[in-house]
């Protein structure tokens, strides 16, 4: 790769014409023009403005960004908070060598809740009585960031937030299909563009095969269907035996008549 294509060097993908689509360098060099079909990138929503095409990851930066922020607030708002606080009192006009022991063992019952204190001092707990409401707010932000992620990867949050109904489910899961089924076509092209060219250069202007992706539940439906149809096939065959003994028997609890048409029947299903 670096035999071929220069390096030291950042490239960006770019247009210099409306169909033809090169890669440029930083510092304004180009791929020479005899290096044509050597990328394949795949694009959503490329323009002439937009080589790059939209990033739907884009959408992404800002609400990740915020909800990491808000998870760190919130762990710093839960342990400041959280828990009670614990008061030491000590008589007036202690020194900083009387208080810093004093100091030491309120913080050692923050994780053991035992403490040794002079005779004179006093330890409180006191409750936080008015940040409940304070920390919903990191909370509704973190969903709101959540929501929005969502959102711009599956189209809609219905299938993943708890306040929801079936039918509103059902909706969401049908765009969430859609844009699956656009990104398998984003996927195909560029496939495709490879197969395109491979033709192109190998056979010259021929048909050019299609390489296509398929849904599982519709391999399952065409597998269900190879075998319904190789079950018909023998149910087919069979009614042709029994069609030809009533024919040499001439006789039967069915007619030969019915046999015929039954045979029919299964042969314009199978077919």
Not at 34 to 47: C, G, H
Not at 182 to 209: C, H, K, T, Y
Request: hydrophobic share 40%.
């Amino acid at each position: 790769m670096s035999r071929r294509v220069p390096t030291g060097c950042m490239w960006r993908y770019a247009i210099i014409a409306p169909a033809k689509a090169i890669w440029r360098c930083m510092a304004g060099c180009f791929l020479p023009m005899t290096r044509y079909r050597k990328f394949v990138v795949a694009t959503q929503d490329a323009a002439f403005d937009n080589p790059y095409g939209f990033a739907d990851l884009s959408l992404c930066f800002w609400p990740v960004t915020f909800k990491k922020a808000g998870w760190s607030f919130w762990m710093r708002f839960s342990e400041k908070y959280g828990t009670p606080w614990v008061v030491g009192r000590h008589p007036r006009g202690h020194d900083q060598a009387h208080i810093g022991p004093l100091l030491h063992s309120l913080e050692q019952m923050v994780q053991d809740a035992v403490a040794v204190i002079p005779d004179d001092s006093s330890i409180e707990f006191k409750e936080p009585a008015t940040k409940g409401a304070s920390s919903s707010l990191y909370k509704d932000l973190i969903e709101m960031a959540r929501s929005e992620i969502t959102i711009a990867l599956l189209g809609q949050n219905q299938t993943t937030e708890a306040e929801t109904n079936h039918a509103s489910a059902q909706a969401g899961l049908e765009v969430a299909a859609d844009i699956r089924d656009g990104d398998a076509v984003m996927v195909m092209s560029a496939v495709n563009q490879v197969i395109r060219w491979l033709v192109e250069l190998n056979f010259g202007d021929v048909s050019v095969p299609a390489w296509r992706l398929w849904e599982q539940e519709t391999i399952d439906d065409s597998v269900s269907l190879k075998k319904l149809q190789g079950q018909l096939k023998k149910i087919s065959a069979e009614m042709a035996t029994l069609e030809q003994e009533a024919q040499q028997q001439g006789k039967g609890h069915v007619s030969l008549e019915t046999l015929k048409r039954v045979r029919e029947e299964i042969y314009g299903i199978i077919t």
